[in-house]
């Protein structure tokens, strides 16, 4: 800044003195630095906005998982959580960045940058030209990323899932799985060089996330207890106060999840995108409220809250490309979805705690979709619907084989379930030693 | 950035081949271009930021008045504090938005825009000329806004509206009455041509809230067993922490809510606001908790917390005009006259739940007048009292009589309140099928 | 904005009428307003963004301290955490900002710049020159800091304190003893002129408040029944996921902490701050995992917990200077350290009710040594070990013995420690007349 000021006191200076136009032609490529680096500083501090504000969504989900399961396994619930975030991080540190953004020669199906971050010769370089943020930046947005692929399972097998093997399934699944499908598309490989189009990752991030999750619950099986004589046994969750607020930190997290997807802090590219994802947040929340009452005859709250993520996955593939009035619809399906997604997988015993499933595969799915129906490009044509087929297909069938194998051998090698004692008891108590609510008022 | 990057490199070109002066006046407007932008750019990532924190103010209503309630409504409470942004912001994007902003031709008191947002014809311009950020921005920010009116009366009315009730009088009052008294200022109508300050909506926004909770608690009447024998009968709330979250909430949220009042990220104008705004939640705090020992001689949170909104609200009206010195006694006063208020709401049997009404109504009131005591333009001249008590009462009034009005009709036509059998046994079961808190460690 | 709008138009019709060079020279210098202001802008945003996420850090901490202790001293909890963000931010007002940025005329131990800010000439001053932000944003990021320190000692002497004893002993140390410690370094004092390095404050804030903390507990004495025939009996927090999101807050709340301790928004130094940040944080959460599977053979959560605190206080002195590998060892180092130093001060029966000493003191220490082992200075020079040891042991000499002396003074004068009954019962009855929690379903 002193140097900026002691510029601007020079240019006065010259002015003063009756400085010729070739004065003001040295002037000038000052100016340009200036000038480009307020851009590049407005841009960055929005993309570490986004990142900050994508961390907070590991928060949203410990609440959402906490709250919606039982008392006796919160703590099991939320040791989880904090360290989804922290395999993430180190997993994306160490190996998946560079899976990622490995830099194809050709698009493919694979490539592999080398281990660890790539630092910039100049160290704390700004000149990190791939976009409107440093390579420091890019980097911590996409780790914060990478880790919500995990966090997604974690609540479908929650209650009955041996910690080790889920902590084993999530540094293989966010190291390797979720980097490579993601490099297809984000990275430059072979998905984004076939046309298929996923904005923030309603395919690359939820619906892998989704099918991981159900992978998981199918070899888990269902809680005892769950499904007696044909009937769905609710088991009510700890609090619903924790999980309102697990939802709302979504929201507001979703804001850096689309919203930083910009990849830079352009004004209109990136409140467009705030306002389709608002929009379908809101739509989602109607379309639970109302598919919600035509099958349970109440006024179930939880359809509410998991309306408001349907929308929020429905909207994220096409949150740039979809205009605000069908970002409704978008929503507002997708909120319809996640109600009959739920039902249906209760039809076929499959088990998710926290219906992760239904909210992040089901909209995932639909909302990459969507873009093929609703879509526009820039230039007013609409997007084609084949390529996000593909691309729906492809990750699917990559990411579920994947975590479904990699749940199996943990199975065969170690058991992947609890025994019957401990989860009839509560994960707490055996395997943390603590309760996660100890309200009393004697001593 | 590639752009921008690719100028750089052709004025290092020009200098080394030799440029004339001539080629520097080329560069002279690139160079406009990259300025512009940049600066707009970074109004427009404060005023998403902005937008970003009063979002989060949701979530803190809700954990206010989720908390202050009593556990057998805890449900019903966070169902409505849900839907009411969902709501809110549907509303505006519908009809609202262009009834707050309709373009007036000549100051008055109403005129309508039409339906439906007003799609910039560049689809995602940057070019929105009104002020440091854009179309979408704007809109985004003031549907954030204009969801709190409706929050505010949702407190009050806790623990016995039918929620179908609220739910109507919240797309009447957040649709229709809330944004055309926020034209009558805001939008460049008629209380602005009559020298009304409202910077940050003390007025506009927590009084008409007020109003609308004032309306609401009388025709509600009080809850069962709340007067008896001329006794007030403490309710407790279900969780303090959840209420201290939802407080830290609103605050932190405030810091959008009048930092972005300022319709840019000027740096001078937003940090001074910020300061104002922390000067007098904190003496509000101190007022809430001299004035509650004062009167009910014990160290009470509830009224630290509310004197913290208190403060808050207070300073809103004159955020920008009110030295950080004054902003201090605002803020002390109005967290005196919280507890008060709170007090002489009781003697009537006014039963408001949180204190949405001394909080919302009475600081939001002292807040606007108080800009006609301590106010100073930029010139240094005092601004007048007057004009501030006009906009006090002609707000007021309509939104008392309007929100009145929708009150009553709606219990003519479908009664507001729930039944007796409701009300003692508890919302949740009987509306929602769930509870709030289910701990219990023994299946 | 729309003066600028008029100068983009007004080089459009220069272009169109063939303008001269010596017109180019004039539209110069309105774009070098344009572009400073563009990048102060951009820079005071991410100032202001910090600002707003250290203040979240005091929700964090009363979350941590409220879920890690006793249910029947909840409300006790959390009315002190609310009061010393306010008591903060006042005194800083008052006294401390002048105290810790007095203008040192030559490097020194003690200067005051007088009495309430100062408040710039022009009132809303944007040309506050020493940096990337504005006078206002100067102090209230500062004043958000100074509380901290204070938060630190909350916890630890939770449960048996006095609560005008914990306020009075608050206003003293962060109203006087933490802004001239601080100025010693950061205000341009005697240990910045010695060669003393700590980017935002492993030292002078968190081992400051970690002796505070120390000097508390000692005079204190431990809780009744913490210690019983030489075992120690634990006390089970009230809610596990209170303090989760205590956690989640906090390290939020540091991307702020760290990020903003660069003093503007430049890219490539925020952003790497951010990420060795978050990496320690990681390593944190694995080393306290380890460490506590170690002592305790659980999964204990708490440890996890206090496991990430500790790494984000260990990277803090050297977040700038410390090399993303080199954070991952200061972080694992930290997260074993909180374990073993917990363990140590329950050996000499100093009863620390969050773990506060141990992760502020002892990982405010190794960081700040930490600095003098990996630091490299931007030359690619490694700092010395010998100022940060001499800074360490001054530093902690006069926190230690100011606070020990207040306490003191205050344990004399009217005693610091509550009644037998009033422990055994709970504060929250006795002192405040209110319940935590009030989890009832029945009228």
Redo the contacts between chains.
């Keep these: 800044?002193?140097v900026?000021?002691e510029?601007?006191f020079l240019?006065?200076f010259l002015?003063a003195s009756g400085?010729s136009?070739?004065?003001?032609?040295a002037?000038?490529?000052d100016?340009?630095a200036?000038?480009?680096?307020?851009?590049?500083?407005?841009?960055?501090?929005?993309m570490?906005?986004a990142?900050?504000?994508v961390?907070?969504m590991?928060?949203g989900f410990?609440?959402v998982e906490?709250?919606f399961s039982?008392?006796?396994n919160?703590?099991n619930i939320?040791?989880k959580?904090?360290?989804t975030?922290?395999i993430g991080?180190?997993t994306y540190?160490i190996i998946g960045f560079n899976l990622m953004y490995p830099g194809f020669e050709v698009p493919g199906w694979f490539s592999f940058g080398g281990f660890?971050?790539d630092?910039p010769l100049n160290?704390?370089?700004?000149e990190y030209?791939s976009?409107?943020?440093?390579?420091?930046?890019d980097?911590?947005f996409q780790?914060m990323f990478a880790a919500t692929a995990a966090t997604i399972v974690s609540g479908a097998v929650a209650e009955r899932i041996k910690?080790s093997s889920y902590l084993t399934f999530t540094l293989l699944f966010v190291g390797i799985v979720y980097p490579i499908i993601g490099s297809w598309k984000w990275g430059g490989g072979a998905l984004d060089a076939a046309g298929f189009y996923d904005f923030a990752g309603s395919t690359l991030v939820h619906s892998v996330g989704g099918w991981g999750a159900l992978a998981g619950i199918i070899l888990l099986g269902p809680r005892i207890g769950k499904y007696v004589n044909g009937k769905v046994i609710?088991k009510?969750?700890?609090?619903?106060?924790?999980a309102?607020?697990g939802?709302?930190?979504l929201?507001?997290g979703w804001?850096g999840f689309n919203?930083g997807s910009v990849l830079?802090?352009?004004?209109?590219?990136?409140?467009?995108v705030?306002?389709t994802t608002?929009?379908a947040?809101?739509?989602g929340?109607?379309g639970g409220?109302f598919a919600g009452y035509f099958v349970?005859k109440?006024?179930?709250?939880?359809m509410?809250?998991n309306g408001?993520l349907a929308g929020l996955v429905g909207i994220t593939a096409g949150a740039d490309v979809i205009?605000?009035?069908w970002a409704?619809v978008v929503g507002l399906v997708a909120g319809i979805l996640v109600v009959f997604s739920a039902v249906t997988l209760d039809k076929f015993k499959l088990d998710d705690c926290v219906g992760a499933v239904s909210v992040h595969l089901t909209c995932g799915v639909w909302g990459t979709l969507a873009v093929g129906i609703f879509g526009v490009d820039?230039t007013g044509n609409a997007l084609p619907f084949l390529p996000q087929l593909f691309g729906v297909a492809v990750c699917g069938i990559t990411a579920f084989t994947s975590a479904f194998l990699i749940f199996f051998l943990l199975k065969k090698a170690f058991g992947i379930r609890v025994s019957e004692q401990h989860e009839?008891?509560?994960l707490d108590?055996h395997?943390?030693?603590?309760?996660?609510?100890?309200?009393?008022?004697d001593?």
Tied chains: 1, 2, 3.
């Design positions: 800044m002193q900026i000021m510029k601007l240019s006065e002015m400085e136009a070739l004065d003001a032609t002037k000038v490529d100016l340009m200036i000038s480009v680096e307020g851009l590049f500083t407005a841009n960055n501090v929005w570490m906005l990142t900050v504000l961390f907070i590991h928060l410990a609440g906490a709250g039982q008392s006796k919160t703590v939320l040791f959580n904090t360290l975030p922290v991080i180190l540190y660890f971050l630092v160290g704390n370089s700004t030209a976009g409107g943020y440093t390579y420091w930046t980097f911590l780790a910690i609710d009510p969750g700890s609090s619903v106060p924790l309102t607020i939802i709302f930190l929201w507001l804001f919203g830079s802090g352009k004004p209109g590219a990136v409140s467009y705030l306002v608002s929009l947040a809101c739509t929340a109607l409220l349970f109440r006024l179930d709250f939880g509410v809250l408001v205009s605000p009035g409704l820039t009839l008891e509560g108590s395997e943390h030693g603590i309760r996660g609510y100890t309200i009393v008022y001593e």
